[in-house]
């Protein structure tokens, strides 16, 4: 049975961000996992890339200690839409970050238990440009969601 996975990031293209991205969506291919994913800029995710997943994938920058004006604007236009409709959703996240990534974390935290999602891993923060050990864990988290959600543990 094909499983459904989303991501969904904001960030500018080509940016550290973008590079997280890809190293993520690369461990979910490498998975070997039966998935369909789904891959949308936070600006152009909608409630029903919401509902049609069963499990997401965040990422972000961190802008002034907190997450990006676009993944903020995609809780607050899915929020009521999938209110109780997404409980339980597996989730992960990814921020780039200047600073130390802790108040992109912990604002993102906040919101999506609102959401009643369950974190299935931790989240992989990068400060500065990304080096290989970096995408590595990229890729780890994206291989472990996708082996995860393919195999029903989650």
């Known amino acids: 049975m094909t499983r459904r996975l989303l991501i969904v990031h904001g960030g500018h293209p080509g940016g550290r961000t973008e590079k997280l991205r890809t190293a993520v969506t690369s461990g979910i291919r490498d998975s070997g996992g039966d998935l369909e994913v789904r891959e949308r ?3 152009d995710a ?6 049609w997943a069963e499990a997401v994938i965040l ?11 676009a993944l903020k604007d995609f ?8 209110e109780n409709r997404t409980a339980g959703l597996p989730w992960g996240l990814f921020i780039s970050a200047g600073n130390d990534g802790t108040g992109t974390r912990s604002a993102v935290e906040r919101i999506v238990a609102g959401y009643r999602w369950k974190s299935v ?31 029903g543990i989650f």
């Open 41 to 43: 800029r936070a600006l």
């Open 46 to 51: 909608h409630a029903d890339d919401l509902l």
């Open 59 to 69: 990422g972000t920058p961190e802008h002034f200690g907190y997450m990006s004006g």
């Open 75 to 82: 809780f607050d236009r899915t929020f009521y839409a999938c």
């Open 121 to 151: 891993t931790e989240p992989v923060i990068v400060v500065g440009a990304p080096d290989a050990v970096a995408l590595e864990r990229c890729r780890e988290l994206g291989a472990t969601l996708a082996a995860g959600l393919a195999a």
